[in-house]
């Protein structure tokens, strides 16, 4: 046989599951499939669907001969899973069953919501049952967020019992997050919102069942208060589409703004598909804030029920924006141009990082200005280009200047056509969740 035979996908030669109790597998939620993420993979490893203990599994039909090219695959995987895993599935099993009764979340409840139980039988049945969840915060200190949340429970990272349980839930990082790594134990200035499912068992026992979680880190920000930045977010892929990305995201993002010793909201290396959960949630955010839209775009621009905006009555862009005719002022300080002393103070306010608030004002401007008015028109892709071209400086500083203006202009075109995209998308239902790298 060659060698080639015996060699396989790393990826593809690992099965995760989350395990639920027999009797959690009986309350709402009947309709729902196999827990495996990976159902055709080989190497079985299982969470306890709440406490994530693990349960580890290597089997094989047959084993190459020759010790120096054969991978021991439990070695290598216990690296980076706490030592206390089952090797006997029914151990685990009886394990799962007592920690589903036992297992109660660290830390502080800061957001719950519902959601239905998962249809996948195709009934389309508007009748089904919602399912509570619940987000949890585990901080530094109990004294930084204490001011906040005077009346809860705190835990910090030096609590051990979490301590134990992110190096359960951290293995997720490896897996789904790019180049995603392990943090720093002995750094504490780390914060931790953790998604839970919240189930109600027929006897009223409440059970808990992991989702995601996030991992965001604290340091100084002249002259006397905090930055956080998200570091690693991640999904299981169980639960993406269902709208938990974002309701971990709007947690963290709540908990910056009512924290007045917090200043901005960081992302360190935001991948693609989270830059694109961020900014919908951001754009949601600024189209309900009244004040925000009616200064921006004036008052024809904020619905009765709120700060919708109304978007003018043009017909789709045939041609690049400016390209036709026409002069039509803008009523508000979202210009174009952008009156950047007001843009700041909202900025200031909201707490929103400096490029990810010039971004999301480029798609507001987008969406609400005359593509008719050619003069805004300019001020637009000039504001745009600006960003782009700061961003993007070492690289196009090595081009000619007709080369360097070719670029400008083609990744203006491409960041207008999927800021478009995310713009309709921002006011429409959002199912979309993530597992990526930040």
């Known amino acids: 046989m060659a060698m080639v035979d015996w060699t396989a996908d790393a990826n593809d030669a690992l099965t995760l599951s989350l395990v639920r109790a027999e009797e959690d597998r009986q309350v709402p939620g009947s309709e729902e499939t196999s827990e495996e993420f990976h159902p055709t993979f080989t190497y079985p490893l299982r969470f306890a669907s709440g406490s994530l203990a693990q349960y580890l599994s290597v089997r094989y039909a047959q084993k190459l001969d020759a010790s120096t090219t054969v991978d021991n695959v439990e070695d290598i995987l216990k690296e980076f899973i706490p030592p206390d895993y089952d090797t006997d599935g029914a151990a685990f099993l009886t394990r799962v069953e007592e920690d589903a009764v036992s297992f109660q979340p660290i830390g502080s409840v800061v957001h719950t919501y519902t959601r239905p139980v998962p249809n996948t039988s195709g009934s389309g049945s508007a009748t089904r049952e919602a399912v509570e969840h619940e987000v949890y915060h585990v901080s530094v200190m109990s004294t930084f967020c204490h001011e906040i949340l005077p009346?809860?429970?705190?835990?910090?990272?030096?609590?051990?019992?979490?301590?134990?349980?992110?190096?359960?839930?951290?293995?997720?990082?490896?897996?789904?997050?790019?180049?995603?790594?392990?943090?720093?134990?002995?750094?504490?200035?780390?914060?931790?919102?953790?998604?839970?499912?919240?189930?109600?068992?027929?006897?009223?026992?409440?059970?808990?069942?992991?989702?995601?979680?996030?991992?965001?880190?604290?340091?100084?920000?002249?002259?006397?208060?905090?930055?956080?930045?998200?570091s690693q977010f991640v999904i299981v892929p169980l639960y993406q589409h269902r709208g938990h990305g974002s309701e971990l995201y709007k947690t963290i993002y709540d908990y910056v703004l009512l924290n007045p010793l917090?200043?901005?909201?960081?992302?360190?290396?935001?991948?693609?598909?989270?830059?694109?959960?961020?900014?919908?949630?951001?754009?949601?955010?600024?189209?309900?804030?009244?004040?925000?839209?009616?200064?921006?775009?004036?008052?024809?621009?904020?619905?009765?029920?709120?700060?919708?905006?109304?978007?003018?009555?043009?017909?789709?862009?045939?041609?690049?924006?400016?390209?036709?005719?026409?002069m039509?002022?803008?009523?508000?300080?979202?210009?174009?141009?952008m009156?950047?002393?007001?843009?700041?103070?909202?900025?200031?306010?909201?707490?929103?990082?400096?490029?990810?608030?010039?971004?999301?004002?480029?798609?507001?401007?987008?969406?609400?200005?005359?593509?008719?008015?050619?003069?805004?028109?300019?001020?637009?892709?000039?504001?745009?280009?600006?960003?782009?071209?700061?961003?993007?400086?070492?690289?196009?500083?090595?081009l000619e200047k007709e080369e360097r203006l070719e670029k400008l202009e083609e990744t203006f075109r491409m960041w207008e056509a999927s800021k478009l995209e995310i713009e309709s998308l921002s006011s429409q239902s959002d199912g979309f969740d993530i597992c990526g790298r930040l």
């Not at 109600?200 to 026992?205: A, H, I, L, P």
């Not at 960003?387 to 400086?393: D, G, K, S, V």
């Open 262 to 326: 917090i200043s901005e909201l960081t992302v360190e290396d935001p991948a693609e598909g989270f830059e694109d959960l961020r900014d919908r949630n951001d754009l949601r955010m600024l189209l309900a804030n009244e004040n925000f839209m009616k200064e921006g775009f004036g008052n024809e621009a904020v619905s009765h029920s709120g700060g919708k905006v109304r978007k003018r009555k043009t017909h789709v862009r045939a041609n690049p924006v400016g390209a036709s005719s026409g």
């Open 151 to 230: 009346r809860r429970v705190q835990a910090t990272w030096n609590d051990p019992g979490f301590r134990k349980y992110h190096r359960r839930m951290q293995l997720f990082i490896l897996l789904y997050i790019e180049a995603g790594s392990y943090i720093n134990e002995d750094d504490d200035t780390w914060h931790f919102f953790v998604s839970y499912e919240k189930r109600k068992r027929q006897d009223g026992t409440k059970t808990y069942h992991f989702i995601g979680y996030s991992s965001v880190y604290k340091f100084y920000c002249f002259p006397e208060k905090h930055r956080l930045r998200l």
């Open 339 to 398: 009156d950047k002393a007001w843009s700041e103070t909202f900025r200031t306010q909201l707490k929103v990082a400096g490029r990810q608030w010039q971004r999301l004002m480029e798609m507001l401007i987008l969406r609400h200005f005359n593509p008719a008015d050619i003069q805004a028109a300019r001020a637009y892709r000039l504001q745009v280009k600006e960003r782009l071209y700061r961003f993007n400086f070492e690289i196009l500083a090595q």
């Open 328 to 337: 039509v002022k803008g009523t508000g300080k979202m210009g174009p141009p």
